[in-house]
């Protein structure tokens, strides 16, 4: 197995986690939280879909999915397109309101630009700095790790959330 096939694999992990974190849950089900500054199953979902259309359409040169596709229309968020979530607030995360139809649709765009930007890579593509803010400066591969690294945790965060909430 080359390093293309097996970040496929890892990358097509996420969608299934998303999915089963969320479907079947109405919007106040998604919206709900532990407690007041708590994030909620539509915030990590809708986040973790954002971080991965922002890195990857950055590095594979492309517009992000959200405003090539009208997806910030269909969500209607109060945020700027470039929003991901990041460093948001309880108030900010309270706002993300969304059926779970919408936030897997959005994921599952994503997921189609993502598979088919990891199918034009080599693993020489790989080693192509891509950030150089960092020390040592960001590689491609670091960067595709790292992002479905986080979209895996925060999907694995929704699903714990939804059992929690349905416990009650």
């Known amino acids: 197995m080359d390093a293309k096939d097996l970040l496929l694999d890892l990358y097509g992990r996420i969608p299934d986690a998303v999915h089963a974190a969320v479907d079947g849950l109405d919007e106040d089900a998604l919206a709900a939280r532990l407690d007041p500054e708590a994030n909620t199953v539509a915030w990590f979902a809708w986040h973790l879909a954002r971080v991965q259309d922002d890195h990857v359409s950055e590095v594979a040169g492309h517009e992000q999915t959200w405003t090539a596709d009208g997806w910030a229309g269909r969500f209607g968020l109060p945020f700027d397109d470039g929003e991901t979530g990041y460093g948001f ?17 959005y994921l599952d765009a994503v997921q189609a630009r993502t598979t088919a930007y990891l199918r034009t890579l080599s693993g020489a593509d790989l080693d192509r700095v891509v950030d150089e803010r960092w ?22 965060q929704a699903a714990f959330l939804r059992g929690v909430l349905e416990r009650r």
């Open 135 to 156: 020390d040592p400066p960001v590689t491609l591969g670091a960067r595709l790790v790292s992002v479905a690294d986080d979209d895996l945790e925060h999907a694995a």
């Open 89 to 105: 607030d309880a108030g900010q995360v309270g706002q993300v309101r969304a059926s779970a139809e919408l936030l897997t649709g």
